[in-house]
Structures are given as C-alpha cells and as structure tokens.
C-alpha cells in the first residue's frame, strides 16, 4: 500500500506566483468543478484525430483539460462525459484510460528516479538509507509496494527522525530495483530537490488514480494495475492554453 506523509502539492507552486484562471497554479477540475494546485491534477490535451491524451509533463500544444488525480474524479469524468463537454467537440476516450495512465506514471517515476540515482541525488538498501535518515539527509523516502514487513522498521525511524519526511510507494521492488541494476529493492532515499519533488508529486497522483474500489477497478480499466494504493483527499476555467 503506498502511504503518503505530506498532502497539499500546492505549496510547490514558485513564490510570489499568484493563481489565475489561466496562468496561475490553480485549475479548475472538468468533472468536479473543484479548485485545486496544478500538481494534484493531471493535463489532458485532444489529439488531431481527437484522441484524449495525458500530459505529463504540461508541455503539449493545445488547449488543456483538467481533472483531478483522483479515482472518483475519473470515474466522474466519465460517467458524464467530461472531456467532451469540456472541449465541446466528441472526444474519443481509448479504453482502459486509467490503466494506461497509471502505467506512464510508473515509468515516469522509474525514469526520473535514474536519473536521481545518476546525478547522486538517490541511494539504495536498508543500511544507506538507515544511516541517511538519521544523518537527517534525506527528503523523500520510496519503499517498494509489496515490501510487507521489510519496511516498518524503517518506517519507524522515519517517523521518528523526520515526521514530515514523505514516504511514497508507486513501484515493485522488482521495477525499483532495475533503477539499480538489481533483482530487487525495497528501500530508496532521495535527498530534497527537483527530482524529489517530482517523484513526489507523480506518487500522489499514481496513488490517487489507483484508489478505486473493485467494482470501479473493473469498470473503469484499473483491474491491470499492479497494486492498490490508497486516494488523495479529495464557469469553466479548466481549459488553458
């Protein structure tokens, strides 16, 4: 189960930026009209063809949709037609949206933790990571989801030493542990940064999709996922350009 020990990604947003309707950190969600920070939402822009398309990264060209990162979200968005609405043109959803979405947020986080492990930022095991967190010298702890009791311990000390230290759970100790050559691993740090900050981030959102019961799961395309994980806390200005 991923665990998340700080809520409210709006804090992220640059200081002295103000929200806007358009070019602020704020949007507003197409299926529940609700008002969030940009980091706890996912972007979605209309293919040519007029396929729906996650952006990630909030790069791609067109008019964005906004929706919140999170399984009841999607399942409203859905249900009544949303995007659509949205864009007001037919959108078409590809089936099984919320699998394939959930599997570019695995990958994404996959590849931004190589990244972190390349330029220093992440190390890996329980000894190094045990010796980090007392040091105080981490800012973001990711465990592997199906890790049982091998990470209570230092879950403990966590919690302990750093109580406001984010613990996130998004991958297997077997995709965690191809970021480091291994067969498997259950226990990374990252010290605080971009590169945590994003994983962070991506977690939240991955964690929040995923948070549908097994009824919505089949319904909705999310019975492929690799785990459970529990949801984020849950006049249209959710189009940008």
């Known amino acids: 189960m991923a665990e998340e020990t700080a809520t409210g990604f709006g804090a992220m947003a640059p200081d002295g930026e103000q929200p806007g309707p358009e070019t602020g950190p704020l949007r507003r969600c197409i299926a529940t009209s609700q008002v969030l920070a940009k980091p706890e939402m996912i972007r979605f822009v209309v293919a040519p063809d007029g396929t729906l398309t996650p952006d990630l990264e909030e790069k791609l060209p067109g008019r964005g949709l906004w929706l919140s990162a999170t399984a009841d979200a999607f399942a409203e968005a859905l249900k009544k037609r949303a995007f659509s609405r949205a864009a007001r043109r037919n959108i078409e959803v590809p089936a099984n949206l919320a699998a394939r979405l959930t599997a570019l947020l695995e990958m994404r986080i996959g590849q931004t933790l190589s990244l972190a492990r390349r330029a220093g930022q992440a190390i890996s095991g329980f000894e190094k990571v045990h010796e980090a967190l007392k040091g105080g010298g981490l800012g973001l702890l990711v465990e592997a989801s199906d890790a049982g009791g091998d990470a209570r311990k230092l879950r403990a000390l966590a919690r302990a030493v750093a109580p406001h230290l984010r613990i996130v759970s998004p991958l297997t100790g077997e995709a965690l542990g191809k970021v480091f050559g291994r067969d498997r691993t259950v ?30 799961a089949h319904k909705y395309g999310l019975e492929g996922a690799s785990h459970p994980a529990p949801g984020i806390n849950d006049q249209p200005s959710e189009i940008d350009d």
């Open 187 to 216: 226990h990374i740090g990252l010290t605080s940064g971009r590169l945590a900050s994003r994983i962070a981030q991506d977690a939240m959102r991955h964690a929040g999709i995923l948070a549908a019961s097994p009824v919505e």
